[in-house]
């Protein structure tokens, strides 16, 4: 079992919030099964802080929680790579990370960023690689390799004022690099379409744009895989009013958290169906190379079942969608998972190979247009 964690949440994301509470809830639940568990908050203001145990949600609302202390995050440091603690006149010292539970939502923790600056400094950590969470938080690309694979999805485009769909509207707008509704919007015309790009703040980084289905419904299903691929029962999160879109609201704002989120657990729905989802489930992991706890989301009229999208590091870890099984459980087989995880590659192919070949660079430089 693993001995010593660190919880990292907060991060440069429209979801820091509950990033927070997502961090929080997994530092209750691993020192609770024994681990030594500290936790890192990447705050607002871009700083890596190491905050005091047992901190509570109320503690952030005015910025970083009293008693935190300053860490800096080194690569290529003489006394090792990773997280350094402020020590006594001007030194610092090496933190003991342990394993690194990524509870990132959103933004450049969530979407390859935090995982490539975990991979340089040598740190096991959950969260997928680099390429799997990048491809998670795509949702173009997620949606282009689904339909490579050929798995049922809505189409999905760019939304671009140069080139107009070929499907008619309405249609349901959402940021590109996103998740927990931030930013969605459904709109009957081109040219409002078209102004979101321009006017909306969660849109500035690219948007998609599909049809607008308001008979379809969400399932949702959680993923682990370690220590061997499991599949949790599907939810139906329930929608305010029909046609309604599942809300950052409706999904984060209760008190008791997701579980307390308007839903039917386990979903209503046929054998066949529930069957269907599974095995869809295991193929989009399967496609995606994600690891750890994810979460799927389905659309459905209750026959036909579509692929929609994929959080690599869902809210509340998906603690919520396994009744059955201790939390610990579940995070605990996380972290072996990435603890186990092989190292990054450091050598070259074929070693020294091209740079012999190369020769002079004024040579190369002499062949370049403009140099003749």
């Known amino acids: 079992m693993v001995s010593k964690a660190t919880v990292v949440f907060g991060g440069p994301s429209a979801e820091h919030d509950i990033s927070i509470l997502t961090g929080l809830q997994a530092e209750r639940v691993l020192s609770a099964a024994g681990v030594s568990v500290q936790c890192v908050y990447w705050s607002r203001s871009d700083r890596w802080l190491l905050v005091p145990a047992n901190t509570e949600a109320r503690d952030f609302l005015g910025g970083e929680p009293t008693g935190s202390k ?10 090792g790579d990773g997280f350094y603690l402020k020590a006594g006149l001007g030194g610092a010292k090496l933190l003991d990370a342990g394993v690194v539970m990524n509870c990132f939502h959103g933004g450049a923790g969530e979407a390859g960023g935090a995982q490539a600056l975990f991979a340089l400094a040598g740190l096991k950590a959950t969260g997928g690689t680099v390429a799997a969470a990048a491809l998670g938080m795509d949702k173009l690309a997620f949606a282009g390799v689904m339909h490579a694979a050929g798995l049922p999805s809505l189409a999905r485009v760019l939304l671009s004022a140069r080139s107009r769909p070929s499907f008619d509207g309405p249609w349901i707008i959402k940021p590109r690099f996103g998740g927990s ?11 409002t379409a078209v102004a979101l790009l321009q006017t909306s703040p969660h849109l500035r980084e690219g948007a998609v744009l599909e049809p607008n289905r308001p ?11 370690a220590p061997h691929l499991q599949v949790s029962e599907i939810e139906r999160p329930l929608r ?71 959080n690599s590091i869902p809210g509340a870890l998906a603690l919520y969608l396994w009744p ?27 070693e020294g190979v091209a740079l012999r070949a190369a020769g002079g660079i004024a040579g190369k430089l002499q062949a370049l247009p403009g140099n003749r």
Request: proline content about 5%; cysteine-free; hydrophobic content about 40%.
């Open 70 to 79: 300053r860490l800096e995050l080194r690569l290529g440091s003489e006394k």
């Open 240 to 310: 305010p009013g029909e046609g309604a879109i599942y809300s950052y609201a409706a999904k984060y704002l209760h008190s008791d958290g997701l579980a307390a989120a308007p839903r039917e657990f386990p979903a209503d729905i046929s054998p066949e169906l529930r069957a269907t989802i599974r095995g869809l489930a295991e193929r989009v992991v399967e496609l995606t190379g994600l690891t750890g706890v994810v979460r799927i989301d389905f659309l459905s009229d209750g026959s036909d079942v579509y692929v929609n999208e994929v």
């Open 324 to 350: 059955d099984t201790p939390a610990s459980e579940v995070l605990l087989a996380a972290l072996a998972e990435a603890e186990r995880a092989p190292a990054r590659a450091t050598s070259n192919y074929e």
């Open 181 to 191: 509704s931030i930013g969605i919007e459904v709109v009957d015309d081109w040219d």
């Open 215 to 225: 008979e379809l419904f969400d399932l949702n299903v959680s993923v682990r895989t």
